[in-house]
């Protein structure tokens, strides 16, 4: 065989080195809390890590994830539906329409950090001025800039898909009568549907993992929250919070929370490129 | 065709009814569009006003101050001495050695993809490349941990840090590439061929030269995505007060201070400045790839 085949292949056993790796390391560190507390550990929704008494279950924490995500992809799918529409449809090709749509991608650039601090000092006495929450910090606050934070990705597809739809259809459409609203429901979103749908998949693929921002917003209390308004943690932010104060049991019990969002990240990552499979053919 | 429809006055009234339906749907695309954008603007705006005082000379010769220098100056209505001297050294760094790790790797398996496009193995590799890119970052922080801190470095340190940033480079760079290559015509490729050359040269000077301006593009935006990481940086380089060069060691990065001023209210007013240089390096990598890619059509 050819030498530089050889290197070649070897470069790609490294990727699957990586994550088999990380599927290892996740793993074993997760066990001890699994051994501790079993299935539990998944449905339970305490957490209180004080010595001599620890438990640890990661039910707020998926909870917290689930819900913020949700909020973010509906507040999301409004704006970024319609901004695919803008550039895409009515202003396509046009001076105004690139420059929304690197406005946009500009979105996609900013540090997560930023967002946090933005949403902190800009957002969050929005929220208390509503009179929505005490302090600010609520799973709604972080599910908003959340929001922000996947629109660029969940546009940029969108976009992508509505002007792969055909132009004889529409046309089609328009010389049938048809004003503009409803080519747009009876030829486009049936036509880039399940596309429309796979860039909202992914876009809430990205909310589940987001960090800095959600933990900064949040409000950081480990219990299942009881309304949109209230604190809570997502299953990143409580890796970021308590990271470094753990050991033993308790840096387990985080490892194994960072197994489960690798393993739900990884499913909902998977169903979205699945529907692109199916339908790209 | 839209603007015709419009201007008739329409007596039948089931047609004026479709058409205010269509106005008023034109009038939300556009509404929810304008509110789309506008974060970014006032991100951009509060950046700004917020930052630019704190920006000099010292904001980049100088390290960062401690909590009680800064303390002092905003008791005296100073504007807060020192800088992110080892934020910028510490970012500069490990994404210099991320790079190094990453991107040799990450051109080879994106060449490999390219030349395998349809083989079985191949395609498991790209799976797996899409998995690795959906990793969240708090994630390879933790794998970062294991690994190195845990395993190598026996502490937090610059290399923990790098390895995290270089995971979430490699699939970047992989893509890219892939991408970049598929778009060479394939005649190039085959005149090498045919004049006998031998297969490392057709990849080294065939390949890689006439997607050069692909391949730095992907990479710059690999960099472009790292650079602003906080999350897997807490838990791998944790951050330091000293400019460090030394890979073993604990080393600070522009994010990582960020998250330290914000933390320390004497230092708070530092957030705008540092959030604001780290937003433009993002942007200024954005846009010399988009001139990039610009040139190359």
Same mark, same amino acid.
């Given at each position: 065989m050819n030498p530089t085949k050889i290197v070649l292949f070897l470069a790609s056993l490294v990727v699957i080195l990586i994550t088999a790796g990380m599927v290892y390391s996740l793993t074993s560190g997760a066990i001890p809390v699994f051994r501790e507390f079993g299935l539990g550990f998944i449905t339970s929704a305490e957490w209180d890590p004080t010595e001599g008494r620890e438990v640890y279950g990661a039910l707020p924490f998926i909870a917290g994830t689930l819900l913020t995500s949700l909020i973010a992809i509906v507040l999301c799918f409004p704006l970024a539906f319609s901004t695919s529409l803008f550039i895409? +449809? /009515? /202003?396509? &090709?046009?001076k105004i329409a690139s420059i929304a749509g690197t406005m946009v991608d500009m979105l996609a650039g900013i540090p997560s950090i930023v967002y946090g601090l933005w949403g902190f000092y800009v957002l969050r006495p929005l929220i208390v001025s509503f009179g929505w929450?005490?302090?600010?910090?609520s799973i709604f606050t972080a599910g908003v800039i959340l929001a922000i934070m996947i629109i660029p990705y969940a546009t940029s597809i969108t976009t992508e898909i509505i002007k792969m739809v055909s132009n004889d259809l529409k046309e089609a459409a328009y010389s049938l009568g048809a004003t503009r609203r409803e080519v747009i429901f009876n030829v486009i979103i049936p036509n880039a549907r399940s596309g429309i749908f796979t860039s909202f998949v992914l876009a809430f693929g990205r909310a589940l993992g987001e960090t800095m921002a959600v933990t900064m917003l949040?409000?950081?209390?480990?219990v299942i929250p009881k309304g949109i308004f209230q604190s809570g943690n997502t299953m990143a932010s409580v890796i970021a919070n308590q990271f470094? +104060?753990? &050991?033993?049991l308790k840096l387990s019990a985080l490892v194994a929370i960072g197994l489960l969002l690798f393993v739900i990240t990884g499913i909902i990552n998977g169903i979205g490129k699945l529907i692109i499979k199916k339908y790209s053919v | 065709m839209k603007k015709l429809a419009s201007n008739h006055k329409h007596t039948n009234p089931l047609l004026r009814k479709r058409l205010s339906k269509d106005r008023v749907f034109a009038g939300g695309v556009i509404l929810f569009s304008a509110i789309t954008i506008s974060p970014i603007v006032l991100i951009i705006y509060k950046l700004i006003s917020k930052g630019y005082?704190? $920006?000099?000379f010292d904001f980049f010769s100088k390290k960062a101050p401690d909590t009680y220098e800064a303390m002092v100056a905003v008791n005296s209505g100073e504007v807060i001495p020192g800088g992110i001297l080892n934020g910028i050294t510490g970012t500069l760094y490990m994404v210099f050695i991320a790079s190094v790790m990453a991107i040799p790797v990450g051109l080879l398996i994106g060449i490999f993809l390219y030349e395998q496009k349809t083989k079985r193995y191949a395609g498991i590799v790209r799976d797996i490349v899409d998995i690795l890119q959906g990793v969240p970052s708090i994630v390879l922080g933790l794998i970062a941990y294991f690994w190195v801190?845990? #395993? $190598?470095? #026996?502490g937090f340190s610059a290399l923990a840090g790098s390895t995290a940033l270089a995971i979430m480079m490699l699939p970047l760079i992989i893509r890219s590439t892939e991408e970049t290559l598929k778009m060479i015509p394939d005649t190039v490729k085959e005149a090498g061929f045919a004049l006998g050359v031998p297969y490392h040269k057709i990849i080294l000077r065939v390949l890689i030269p006439s997607g050069f301006s692909g391949l730095a593009t992907g990479i710059l935006l690999a960099i472009s995505r790292v650079i602003g990481e906080t999350a897997p940086l807490m838990l791998t380089?944790?951050?330091?007060?000293e400019v460090n060069f030394d890979m073993t060691k604990p080393t600070s990065a522009v994010p990582l201070l960020i998250w330290d001023f914000y933390n320390d209210p004497n230092m708070v007013d530092l957030i705008w400045s540092s959030s604001l240089f780290l937003m433009m390096i993002v942007l200024l990598l954005n846009l010399v790839s988009k001139q990039l890619i610009a040139k190359r059509s």
């Open positions: 895409g +449809e /009515y /202003y396509r &090709d046009t929450s005490a302090q600010g910090f949040i409000g950081n209390s480990n470094g +104060e753990a &050991d033993g | 005082k704190q $920006i000099n801190v845990k #395993n $190598i470095t #026996n380089a944790l951050g330091s007060m």
